[in-house]
């Protein structure tokens, strides 16, 4: 008995326009219930759609070369460019070129876009943050005790948890230390 009143109470019965509309007509084999308009009729498949006319009923059009230098602009460059040689020149957004101290035992190399590899990871929906350096090569330790100590001398209210990941070459720093830390790597010179 629920069977049946569910079967009939869901009992698909699409009707897209009226019967007397003329811009509607009843589909063939499907009854009185469901009528298409006939653009969708006749679209619906590729062989029911109308055959492509000569090009003289269509815009013309003309080709032209002198707007390629608008669009090169919005082509996306295929490598990237090189850096300033000189090392002490520093640029209106602030970047430079890495100018690393010989006698230190690590150093923190630059990515393929030459900026410098500090990132911040948020995790548990923003509430922990961590600050990655990435890119570390030598003694790893020496840059964290360096960076400890001196976030330690910056922040001395605040505990400074550090630790090293050596086979990803990487010192994570809890907090969102992000810019304190790039200041450090660019008075050192990396």
Same mark, same amino acid.
């Given at each position: 008995m629920l069977q049946n009143i569910a079967r009939k109470s869901f009992k698909f019965r699409p009707v897209v326009c009226f019967k007397n509309s003329p811009q509607c007509s009843i589909l063939p084999g499907c009854g009185n219930t469901e009528v298409c308009p006939p653009h969708a009729r006749n679209y619906s498949a590729y062989f029911k759609s109308r055959v492509e006319e000569s #090009?003289? &009923?269509?815009?013309?059009?003309?080709?032209?070369?002198?707007?390629?230098?608008?669009v090169e602009k919005l082509i996306p460059p295929t490598h990237v460019p090189e850096p300033p040689r000189d090392p002490t020149l520093k640029l209106p957004?602030?970047?430079?070129?890495?100018? #690393?101290? &010989?006698d230190c035992s690590y150093n923190i190399r630059r990515t393929k876009n030459h900026m410098i590899p500090v990132y911040c990871q948020i995790m548990a929906r923003g509430d922990v943050r961590f600050?990655?350096?990435?890119?570390?090569?030598g003694n790893i330790w020496q840059l964290e005790k360096d960076i400890g100590q001196w976030l330690?001398?910056?922040?001395?209210?605040?505990?400074?948890?550090?630790?090293?990941?050596?086979?990803c070459r990487q010192v994570i720093i809890?907090?969102?230390?992000?810019?304190?830390?790039?200041?450090?790597?660019?008075?050192?010179?990396?």
């Open positions: #090009p003289d &009923k269509y815009t013309e059009y003309e080709k032209s070369f002198e707007e390629w230098k608008f957004s602030g970047w430079y070129k890495a100018n #690393p101290p &010989k600050t990655h350096i990435r890119r570390v090569e330690q001398d910056r922040y001395p209210l605040k505990t400074m948890n550090t630790r090293t990941h050596e086979i809890k907090g969102d230390l992000v810019d304190d830390v790039k200041e450090w790597v660019t008075a050192q010179g990396f």
